[in-house]
């Protein structure tokens, strides 16, 4: 899955060679990406946020590829999820630009590979508040049905969902 325009963009050739993967992408990227399935994004909307039960018609940013892949996980019947490696943690290059695009200039810090985003890689910076409230309605809409999101991150900064260990869920996991 992919929400970021600009990784789309700078990106298209590594993600059109990845193989034996299900790809969905938003349908504005049609031209540019090849997926399984094109997914009707609304980029912009109020009132914000607002989570999409039935992604067949719909589905809202929430400033974070994983509010996408909550809406996708709750559609397909998920209703406990666990999150690993979503710690919530962004720092802001340009903190005075609030819609910014950012062209890393160094390694990235905001994602499990340095390379993720790295030198001259571009992005929207990140929208902490905006994610936090994001992430608020999915635990609603999951809490509502029953179900939760659990955060089972090491460290970070993602206090948003109840926490678990992950050793407790994996054994042998580290802790």
Known sequence: ??????????RQQEIQAYDGTVKFFPWDQ???????????????YAP????????SKVLFTGWSV????????????ARVVYLVGVDGTYPVPRPEQ?????????????HFDAEYFGPGKRYH????????AAYECAKNVFEAAG???WNATLGGELE????????????????
């Open 125 to 132: 910076q990140p929208q902490r508040a905006r994610v936090e």
């Open 160 to 175: 948003v969902f109840p926490r678990v260990s992950l050793s407790g869920l994996v054994p042998g996991a580290a802790t």
């Open 98 to 110: 609030v819609d910014a695009v950012v062209v890393a200039e160094g390694p990235d810090t905001n």
């Open 66 to 77: 994983t509010y996408l892949l909550l809406q996708l996980a709750y559609f397909a019947g």
């Open 147 to 149: 179900g939760c999101i």
């Open 48 to 55: 914000y946020p607002q989570f999409s039960e039935d992604i």
């Open 1 to 10: 899955v992919i929400k970021d325009r600009h990784v789309a963009k700078d």
């Open 30 to 44: 049609h031209d540019r990406l090849r997926a399984h399935a094109y997914l009707p994004v609304i980029r912009s």
